[in-house]
T-cell receptor
C-alpha cells in the first residue's frame, strides 16, 4: 500500500531558485497538509487543505504557496528559495476532523531540502 | 493557547531497560492525546492515542495514560529493543490540522 507519496526525496537549491514538492495520497482522505521539521522544533504546519478546493495557512506559511490539484494531490511551491527554508518537509493526510473526532495523520517519508 | 512539552533527548538506554518519555500539555477543553514515532529515514506514524481522561493507549508494548489531573501523557515501555530507536513525538488533538506536536525525543537503544 502506497499511502502518502512525496517527491523528490532530496533536493539542493541555490538561493532564489524555485521548486515544487509533490504529494499524492491513495487513501481517499479529504484533508492534506504540509509540515516542516527542524531540529528541536518538532513539526510546524505550513499549509493545509481541509477538503478539495480549499487551502488555508498554517503556522509558518511565509515563502510558500500550495495547490490542491484534486482530492489525491497537494503540492508545495517555493517561489524564491532562501537558506531559512532548509528543512525536511512532510506531507500528510487525514480524514476530515469533525467535532471531537481524533483525526490520525498519515505521513509521507519526507523531502530533505537544502538551500545554499 | 494549546501546547505540548516533552522531555529533551537524546535518551540512551540499554536493551531490555525500562523507558519513560515524559509529556505534559496545556489545553482548553478535552483534547485527544497522541504519540507518534519516526523511525530513521521515515515519516511519522501513529503509535497510540487516547481520547479522554483515564484512557490508556497501547501498541507494540508501549503504553500511555491520559492523566487530566496532572495534564500528562507519559510514554512507557517495560523492555526496549534496539528496533525501538527512533524519535517520539507527543501531540494533542482533536487531530488533523489542529494537531499540535511536541519537539520530539530521540531514543537510542544499545545492544
Amino acid at each position: 500500500n502506497a499511502g502518502v507519496t512525496q517527491t523528490p526525496k532530496f533536493q539542493v537549491l541555490k538561493t532564489g531558485q524555485s521548486m515544487t514538492l509533490q504529494c499524492a495520497q491513495d487513501m481517499n482522505h479529504n484533508s492534506m497538509y504540509w509540515y516542516r521539521q527542524d531540529p528541536g522544533m518538532g513539526l510546524r504546519l505550513i499549509y493545509y487543505s481541509a477538503s478539495e478546493g480549499t487551502t488555508d495557512k498554517g503556522e509558518v506559511p511565509n515563502g510558500y504557496n500550495v495547490s490542491r490539484l484534486n482530492k489525491r494531490e497537494f503540492s508545495l511551491r517555493l517561489e524564491s528559495a532562501a537558506p531559512s527554508q532548509t528543512s525536511v518537509y512532510f506531507c500528510a493526510s487525514s480524514e476530515a476532523v469533525r467535532g471531537d473526532t481524533a483525526g490520525e495523520l498519515f505521513f509521507g517519508e519526507g523531502s530533505r531540502l537544502t538551500v545554499l | 493557547g494549546n501546547s505540548v512539552t516533552q522531555m529533551e533527548g537524546p535518551v540512551t538506554l540499554s536493551e531490555e531497560a525500562f523507558l519513560t518519555i515524559n509529556c505534559t500539555y496545556t489545553a482548553t477543553g478535552y483534547p485527544s492525546l497522541f504519540w507518534y514515532v519516526q523511525y530513521p529515514g521515515e515519516g511519522l506514524q501513529l503509535l497510540l492515542k487516547a481520547t479522554k481522561a483515564d484512557d490508556k493507549g497501547s501498541n507494540k508494548g508501549f503504553e500511555a495514560t491520559y492523566r487530566k489531573e496532572t495534564t500528562s501523557f507519559h510514554l512507557e515501555k517495560g523492555s526496549v529493543q534496539v528496533s525501538d530507536s527512533a524519535v517520539y513525538f507527543c501531540a494533542l488533538g482533536p487531530g488533523g490540522f489542529k494537531t499540535i506536536f511536541g519537539a520530539g525525543t530521540r531514543l537510542f537503544v544499545k545492544a
